[in-house]
T-cell receptor, first 115, second 112 residues
Framework: GAGVSQSPSNKVTEKGKDVELRCDPISGHTALYWYRQSLGQGLEFLIYFQGNSAPDKSGLPSDRFSAERTGGSVSTLTIQRTQQEDSAVYLC?????????????FGQGTRLTVV | DQQVKQNSPSLSVQEGRISILNCDYTNSMFDYFLWYKKYPAEGPTFLISISSIKDKNEDGRFTVFLNKSAKHLSLHIVPSQPGDSAVYFCAARVSGNTPLVFGKGTRLSVIA
């Protein structure tokens, strides 16, 4: 597609439920990133995929968070047993690769509200 | 431990004047630096970048300066326009298989 696409754009869920957030990166981009932005905060790194390498999961805040990237393209971020502190805008980005210095392009984000 | 710091949460500038946004980093291994702009309810958009082999990169009204010895970079916008009002994020990375590390952002308001 023309840009990074995320769905849904908004998600309201009850505390304790599981949610799945989807990211369609730009075609041909091998690197994919998930970040989140809580109210009034900066961009917090969550997880990073690069080609066939093992993902860098060092930013995931707890084991309730997981992500996968199927076929080197679409990625899904799953949050199990959601808590109110999970409320944030979840942003996905992709870049051509991470070996060369190329910029990352962001999607519009998914605003998650846990009530 | 915050590796990329933007110490000014907000900045107000008059239209036509220069806006200077600052960013400090602690990781001396960082060798690629970027600035992103973010409007409300939108994802960040790439603005300008600089490699550590340079100390200046210019693109139209936007110039990024890098001072490696001070571990400091800045974004200059001149002349500032009301449409530049947004949150600006500084980001850095180590070349190779590593993610971008972002600062907390600076909200720029350009007053007409």
């Amino acid at each position: 597609g023309a840009g990074v696409s995320q769905s849904p754009s908004n998600k309201v869920t009850e505390k304790g439920k599981d949610v799945e957030l989807r990211c369609d990166p730009i075609s041909g981009h091998t690197a994919l990133y998930w970040y989140r932005q809580s109210l009034g905060q900066g961009l917090e790194f969550l997880i990073y995929f690069q080609g066939n390498s093992a993902p860098d999961k060092s930013g995931l805040p707890s084991d309730r968070f997981s992500a996968e990237r199927t076929g080197g393209s679409v990625s899904t971020l799953t949050i199990q047993r959601t808590q109110q502190e999970d409320s944030a805008v979840y942003l996905c980005a992709s870049s051509l690769d991470s070996v060369g210095n190329t910029e990352a392009f962001f999607g519009q984000g998914t605003r998650l509200t846990v009530v | 431990d915050q590796q990329v710091k933007q110490n000014s949460p907000s900045l107000s500038v008059q239209e036509g004047r220069i806006s200077i946004l600052n960013c400090d980093y602690t990781n001396s291994m960082f060798d690629y630096f970027l600035w992103y702009k973010k409007y409300p309810a939108e994802g960040p958009t790439f603005l300008i970048s600089i490699s550590s082999i340079k100390d200046k990169n210019e693109d139209g009204r936007f110039t990024v300066f890098l001072n490696k010895s001070a571990k400091h970079l800045s974004l200059h916008i001149v002349p500032s326009q009301p449409g530049d009002s947004a949150v600006y994020f500084c980001a850095a990375r180590v070349s190779g298989n590593t993610p971008l590390v972002f600062g907390k952002g600076t909200r720029l308001s350009v007053i007409a």
